[in-house]
């Protein structure tokens, strides 16, 4: 599944949520979890993570913005494009914006934005964001922008960002780039059917070291001191569609876990989170999971997910959505929370709670603004 298909799948999903959104609350039918709002009106909320003194932050993906392409097809959406992302901080009185203005990617209403999607934290003021898409996947789909708006989005997409807690920021590599132009030399080799495409959108940040998954190019890519970007492994697909990768996290063994949404025509149980070690082949390590967004390991050392719809992309709804732990080398996942609806980025907290961005995929331009939240989970 490329960016554009991943788009339309999120936007198929979201429609579904228009009607529910002012009736339905976040629950759990988990009997041991606790699952309480701690943040509300986010854009588009996707990845968190704890900085080194329990600061949380999300990326939110924003919502386009005014600047659109009719589409091309009936029953298509509308392509538009804004600076509507950002960073935020997320504290006991909700959520506070740190970094505004990062380009965005979204229907008219504002549905399933793509933007800066993941984020990672490691040290003071080493707060590490990943922007969607690349240039030359951009100019394929072409963008309805000029002039500085359109020198401004250039300089963002793909990009993986450094920034502080003051809102300053800066690229540090074109992950987009690489990945788009190493995909346009590999995707036939590894037996894709798709056209070229880099849809950067995790990160994990550590003691100089930048990692990115991409969910488009299903790469993970490993961002050297000098801003240089290498492809050190590619997620194989499953036998229909799409693997699309979402998430990373590093376990105490050193390895990398990522886990993979899967695109249509997978139905619940078929992604994977795969094990790998730099320079060797990935490894499936559990299986039976349904459409990955968020994962990563908590604090007492159990692997986690956040499944956006554990009835699968096709039947995927609000209240769908769930938190599993997931033991190695398994096939069944034990929930701990359901009820969930889109969710998508997931943190541990070191007070033994999980962290995990809901409505991740929500309309924002219908009248009643940004309709994301943070939850934090109790098992």
């Known amino acids: 599944m490329d960016v554009s298909g991943l788009r339309g799948a999120l936007v ?13 609350s976040v629950a759990s039918a988990a009997e041991a979890a606790t699952v309480t709002p701690i943040a509300s009106g986010l854009d588009n909320p996707r990845g968190l993570a704890f900085g080194p003194h329990g600061q ?5 993906a ?9 589409p091309q097809h009936p029953e298509e959406e509308a392509f538009c494009v804004g600076f509507t992302g950002g960073i935020s901080a997320v504290g006991p009185s909700g959520a506070r914006r740190l970094l505004s203005g990062l380009v965005s990617f979204a229907g008219q209403e504002g549905f399933a934005a793509t933007g800066i999607d993941g984020v990672s934290v490691h040290g003071n003021g080493g707060i590490f964001g990943i922007v969607t898409e690349s240039i030359p996947g951009l100019e394929r789909l072409g963008l309805p922008l000029s002039g500085h708006s359109l020198a401004t989005a250039r300089a963002q997409v793909g990009r993986l960002i450094q920034a502080n807690p003051s809102g300053q920021f800066r690229a540090v590599a074109d992950v987009g780039d690489v990945d788009f132009r190493w995909t346009e030399e590999h995707f036939k080799e590894v037996g894709v059917e798709q056209p070229p495409d880099a849809n950067p959108y995790a990160v994990f940040a550590s003691s100089g070291e930048r990692w990115v998954t991409d ?4 790469t993970l890519d490993e961002v050297r001191a000098n801003g240089s970007v290498r492809v050190v492994a590619f997620i194989p697909s499953p036998p229909v569609s799409d693997s699309v990768p979402t998430c990373l996290d590093r376990g105490r063994d050193g390895a990398f876990y990522i886990g993979e949404l899967t695109g249509f025509g997978n139905g619940p149980g078929k992604s994977i989170v795969w094990r790998v070690v730099p320079g060797q082949p990935p490894e499936g390590w559990a299986s039976g999971l349904t459409g990955v ?14 499944e956006f719809s554990t009835l699968g992309w096709e039947n995927g709804g609000p209240g769908s959505g769930a938190v599993v732990r997931v033991p190695a080398h398994s096939a069944s996942p034990t929930t701990v929370a359901e009820g969930l609806s889109f969710p998508g980025g997931f943190a541990a907290g070191s007070d033994g709670a999980l962290y995990v961005s809901n409505w991740s995929v ?6 009643g603004g940004p309709t994301g939240e943070v939850v934090r989970i109790t098992p």
């Open 12 to 24: 198929g999903c979201a429609t579904a949520a228009v009607t529910a959104l002012a009736v339905m």
């Open 62 to 70: 924003g919502h386009g913005g005014t600047a659109c392409i009719p």
């Open 215 to 218: 969910a488009a190019a299903n």
């Open 362 to 367: 929500a309309p924002a331009n219908s009248g």
């Open 293 to 306: 967004t968020g994962c990563g390991f908590g604090s007492d050392g159990q692997f986690y997910a956040t």
């Open 56 to 60: 949380l932050y999300v990326a939110e």
